[in-house]
């Protein structure tokens, strides 16, 4: 049985270790884009969830990312360089608003019928 430690543990070895293969093969590229580690509590209230992302703020000596907040995304970041760690609670109504929205999913099928403008 996998504990939260092992979890732990493992992933920070597979970051060293994608870290140590890189610098081993400088034939091969590193992304162009900044990479994201995400990580999201496990769902409860968005109290509950929301005093996890203060609590890991905190640890950070981060805020609240406030840009986020009108999308009912409670989230934290820290960056180190083109990589960046972020906490994000989503919250109950964002959740509402996304199963909503996917309800719909499958209902709407495009017209694949194209003609060409003469």
């Known amino acids: ?3 939260d430690t092992d979890r732990r543990t ?3 070895t597979g970051l060293r270790d994608l870290a140590a293969f890189l ?8 992304p162009k884009a900044s990479t ?8 409860a209230t968005d109290a509950e969830m929301c005093a996890e992302i203060d609590r890991i703020a905190a640890l950070c ?3 609240i990312d406030a840009d986020f907040l009108p ?10 360089g083109p990589v960046r760690y972020e ?4 919250l109950a109504d964002a959740r509402a608003r996304h199963d909503a929205l996917m309800s719909y999913h ?13």
């Open 106 to 118: 499958g209902c709407v099928t495009p017209d694949t019928n194209q003609t060409t403008a003469a």
């Open 1 to 3: 049985m996998s504990t």
């Open 71 to 80: 999308y009912g995304h409670y989230v934290t970041t820290l960056s180190f």
């Open 23 to 30: 610098e081993a093969n400088p034939e091969l590229p590193a």
């Open 61 to 63: 000596g981060t805020g």
């Open 10 to 12: 493992a992933f920070i």
């Open 36 to 43: 994201l580690v995400t990580y999201f509590p496990d769902h």
């Open 87 to 90: 906490a994000t609670a989503i």
